[in-house]
């Protein structure tokens, strides 16, 4: 089975072609939309849509291409339906389902947040139930997957995301855009002792996230030293940034661990997935929290971590083989909770 994954939901545009027999990943093309955006220190939603607009023909070609098929080819198509910026979610649902109606294809929508949930059954037999550990610019969630389409949250941020976190952080010390990388780049001379700042929720109960505050406390940081930031205060502040991220996702996903423990004793991996993801000290640290706990730790590589099509197109073939498909009057959501039963989250920076 071949199956082409559209994704569009954010800032870079994305088609990949995969199988159900290996190798897996026939293609996997991403045009990143970084320099269209950089001047504006972040995403711009009009921007990414017609971005979007302009790229996916040819990347989609690309995908085609280098998988060595035509549109004759596939057995389906699948396109992130949502949660995301609409207008790019609506570029690229739209295009799957042309594609779909002309060629006669079962059309599938996925939710962005399960093409990173299941990304890491494309690269290790991972099986049901796990823990994952969702971290992205938008999202920051902890969550057990019980199978396709079946998930359980046991925490979510109630502000800010992790990676929304790192892009702030990037622009208050003047490392640019994205942060994440500017970030864990600059920290790596940094000695983040020598600029303390608060580990957001360590030692509560539960598995909930926050991160607003730590901005604020971050730009008060970097008020107090008036003037320019010297080289040495920024990587000071970028390590403490990054190791008050770490701290606290960590905290957060051992209680999760508990939870998931009592939930299923027979549980065997913690995966982590989304652009966060691709944080070495994050990886090093749960890793290390997973070994403790006697679970298998699963990371996707670099490449799957942040937003791209294969991760689409994979999930697409899961559900697939699971009996679900979607109709062409399918709409695009701009939020689409894994968990539709979890307690809403209102806060200011919550997308999902």
């Known amino acids: 089975m071949l199956v082409l994954g559209i ?10 072609v995969v199988s159900d027999a290996a190798p897996y990943i026939c293609s996997n093309v991403v045009f990143s939309q970084i320099a269209e955006h950089r001047p504006y220190g972040g995403i711009v939603p009009e921007v990414a849509a017609r971005a979007h607009l302009t790229h996916l023909d040819p990347v989609i070609e690309r995908a085609l291409a280098e998988a060595g098929i035509g549109f004759n080819d596939l057995d389906a198509v ?3 339906g949502g949660p995301g910026l609409i207008g790019g979610v609506i570029v690229g649902v739209t295009e799957a389902k042309a594609i779909a109606l002309a060629r006669g294809l079962p059309f599938v929508a996925v939710n962005h947040l399960e093409g990173h949930a299941l990304s890491a059954r494309l690269v290790a037999p991972v099986e049901f ?5 969702l971290v992205s610019g938008g999202h920051c969630q902890l969550q057990i997957v019980e199978g396709i389409g ?14 929304e976190a790192f892009d702030k952080g990037a622009k208050l010390l003047g490392l ?6 500017a970030i864990e780049r600059a920290a790596t001379s940094g000695v983040a002792k020598r600029a303390p700042l608060p580990r957001p929720m360590v030692g509560r109960e539960g598995c909930d996230f926050s991160f607003s505050g730590l901005k604020t406390a971050l730009r008060l940081a970097v008020e107090k030293r008036a003037g320019a930031l010297s080289a040495a205060d920024q990587a000071d502040l970028a390590a403490s940034l990054q190791d008050s991220i770490v701290a606290s996702l960590a905290d957060r996903t051992a209680n999760a661990i508990a939870l998931f423990r009592e939930r299923h004793p027979d549980g065997k991996t913690l995966v982590v997935a989304g652009g966060v993801a691709a944080n070495t000290a994050l990886r090093r640290r749960l890793t290390e929290l997973a070994a403790k706990a006697g679970l ?3 990371a996707p590589p670099l490449s799957l971590c942040t937003d791209n099509g294969a991760m689409i197109a994979w999930a697409g073939l899961e559900r697939l083989k699971a009996g679900l498909a979607d109709a062409l009057d399918f709409a695009p959501r701009p939020r689409w909770p894994l968990d539709p039963n979890a307690v809403p989250v209102r806060g200011a920076g919550v997308k999902a």
């Open 176 to 181: 640019g855009y994205p942060g994440g990388p």
């Open 150 to 163: 079946r998930y359980r949250r046991l925490g979510t941020t109630i502000d800010d995301a992790a990676g």
């Open 296 to 298: 298998d730790f699963v």
């Open 78 to 80: 699948a396109a992130t």
């Open 7 to 16: 994704e569009t939901s954010c800032d870079e545009t994305a088609a990949a």
């Open 129 to 133: 139930p796990f823990l994952l550990l």
